[in-house]
Structures are given as C-alpha cells and as structure tokens.
C-alpha cells in the first residue's frame, strides 16, 4: 500500500480562528507550509491545544480541509501545528 500522498508547499498567510473550551472566540495570523490532501502544517504565534477544531481563512475565503490540531511543536518563539 502506498502511503505517500499528493501534497504542495504552500507559502503564504491565513488566518486562524477557533473556540476554546469557554467558549471565547480567537483568532491569529498564521503561515501555511505545507498542504497536502490529509495534512495541512503551519506556522503560528502562539500555542492551540491538541484536538482543538480550527477554521482557516485566506484572502477572506474559508479554506475546507483538515481541521484539528494534530501535532504542535515549538520552533523559536512561534509553534508548528499540523491540523488533520
């Protein structure tokens, strides 16, 4: 079985927003890496919980796909999110 799939790097910015477990809307700019059809991996300022349903946005388009945090690794001051 082939477990390789279709992906693209994707440089550019979005917008990130979710709900927390109070119900407190947030929202951040973020940076796409990487896409592919079950990943999506991005660069943000600040730390979301694991398994927090995120919505993306760019250019004022939502962006459909994967939408739960992963995988967050700290790199500097920023953090990586892989959303599935």
């Known amino acids: 079985m082939d ?4 992906h693209a790097t994707a440089d550019g910015p979005v917008r ?5 477990k109070r119900g407190q809307v947030h929202r951040m700019p973020g940076w796409c890496i990487d896409v592919s059809d079950v990943r999506i991996h991005l660069e943000v300022p ?6 927090t349903h995120v919505t993306l946005s760019a250019c004022r388009k939502r962006i459909p796909g994967p939408n739960a945090v992963k995988c967050l690794t ?6 990586i999110l892989v959303l599935e």
């Open 74 to 79: 700290k790199c500097g001051k920023k953090f």
């Open 46 to 51: 600040q730390q979301i919980p694991l398994q």
């Open 3 to 6: 477990h390789r799939y279709a």
């Open 16 to 20: 990130v927003a979710w709900v927390d």
